[in-house]
C-alpha cells in the first residue's frame, strides 16, 4: 500500500503558474502509475495526467495539454504537476493517485485506488 500527500496548491492569478508536488510513502515508488485528479465546485472528479511507473510515457487530458507537465522522480518517492498559463477554470481541488503499475494506467477515477487528501488551487481573473 502507498500513503500519498499533496502539496503545492495556493491562490494565483491567470495565466501564473503553481507546481503540485505528490510526497509517496514506502519503498517501491516505481511499482505505481502516478495520477493527477481535479474536482471543481459541482462537477465530478477528473482526469488531468498520470505518468507511468518508469516515467517514460505521460498521459494529459485536453484541458491541461501544452499547459500542464507531469513528472516524477522515483530516487524521491514523488511525483509533480507543473501547470503554466493557469486559467479561472482549472480551479479545483487536485487529487494524487496512485495505482499498481500491472494495471493499464486508466483515466478513470475508480480504476485509481490510492489517493492523496487533495490540494486546493485557486485561479483568479
Known amino acids: 500500500q502507498v500513503q500519498l500527500v499533496e502539496s503545492g496548491g495556493g491562490l494565483v492569478q491567470a495565466g501564473g503558474s503553481l507546481r503540485l508536488s505528490c510526497a509517496a510513502s514506502?519503498?517501491?515508488?516505481?511499482?505505481?502509475?502516478m495520477g493527477w485528479f481535479r474536482q471543481a465546485p459541482g462537477k465530478e472528479r477528473a482526469f488531468v495526467a498520470a505518468?507511468?511507473?518508469?516515467?517514460?510515457?505521460?498521459y494529459y487530458a485536453d484541458s491541461g495539454k501544452g499547459r500542464f507537465t507531469i513528472s516524477r522522480d522515483n530516487a524521491k518517492n514523488a511525483m509533480y504537476l507543473q501547470m503554466n498559463s493557469l486559467k479561472p477554470e482549472d480551479t479545483a481541488v487536485y487529487y494524487c493517485a496512485a495505482k499498481l503499475r500491472a494495471l493499464r494506467v486508466g483515466q478513470k477515477d475508480y480504476e485509481w485506488p490510492y489517493w492523496g487528501q487533495g490540494t486546493q488551487v485557486t485561479v483568479s481573473s
Open positions: 514506502g519503498r517501491t515508488f516505481s511499482s505505481y502509475h
Open positions: 505518468i507511468n511507473g518508469s516515467g517514460g510515457t505521460t
